[in-house]
């Protein structure tokens, strides 16, 4: 449907901060086509043919897949201590613009480094700013709290990629990073801890997201942070 045209005296509409940085991201790249340095993000071919859900899946399900032809992706969520009943609990699923930012990031610093172990900083803070996301922001939907949250849903859970075709069938089932140390407070994010955080890629994830490495740009990224769709 086409939008009404405007006429003379017609109040004039201001763009949404969202829009007013999709439109610097455009004339950024517009300029200089190619990103460099940090702003050269790269995607495991596997997630770019099927991705992690946009939602919280509803009923928080046991597994939750995604198909595209032969290739399914599952994804079963992980489990840590609740530190006030020490009893087991579900961490829930990666969902949202911050588990894909964050893959990206772990992607590229793979690419970058050539290392399973990656240095994730002194501070939340800093972090958090690398990925174009705000650590003033304060309360419980914080981007410092929503990313720490979203950093464990996607590190502990158990990600497998399965592809049936004629004849053939093949499996990869794998933890992100099924070794790390994470210091960061996110009622604290511009706090520095005497030991960084860190974590270690599973060697099979490290593989799959390192060995056809698909380019992005991070400046469209940023831009599109708030819509996992877009």
């Known amino acids: 449907m086409k939008q009404p045209l405007k006429r003379p005296g017609d109040p004039v509409t201001q763009p949404t901060r969202t829009q007013r940085r999709v439109l610097a991201a455009r004339n950024e790249i517009y ?13 495991a071919r596997e997630l770019v043919q099927a991705t992690l859900p946009h939602r919280n899946p509803p009923g928080n399900p046991p597994i939750w897949s995604r198909r595209n032809g032969h290739y399914v992706l599952r994804i079963q969520p992980g489990y840590t ?8 609990v579900c961490l829930g699923y990666p ?3 911050i588990p894909r930012l964050l893959l990206f990031w772990l992607t590229a610093e793979a690419v970058r480094t050539k290392s399973r172990r990656l240095e994730l900083g002194d501070t939340l803070a800093s972090f958090l700013r ?31 990629f399965d592809y049936v075709g004629e004849g053939q069938t093949r499996w990869l089932d794998m933890q992100v990073a099924p070794v790390g140390q994470l210091w960061w407070d996110p009622q604290q994010p511009e706090q520095a801890v005497l030991c ?16 056809h490495p698909v ?13 996992p769709l877009a």
């Open 31 to 43: 300029f200089q086509p190619q990103p460099e340095g940090d702003d050269l993000a790269f995607s």
């Open 81 to 88: 201590i609740d530190r006030s009943t020490g009893e087991d």
């Open 95 to 97: 969902f949202g613009s």
């Open 130 to 160: 690398e990925l174009g996301l705000d650590p003033s922001r304060g309360g419980p939907r914080s981007d410092a709290q929503r990313f720490r949250q979203q950093m464990e849903r996607l590190f502990r859970a158990t990600i497998s």
């Open 196 to 211: 960084g955080s860190w974590v270690e890629l599973g060697e099979h994830f490290s593989g799959a997201i390192t060995a």
């Open 215 to 227: 380019p992005l740009d991070m400046r469209t990224l940023r831009a599109l942070k708030n819509s």
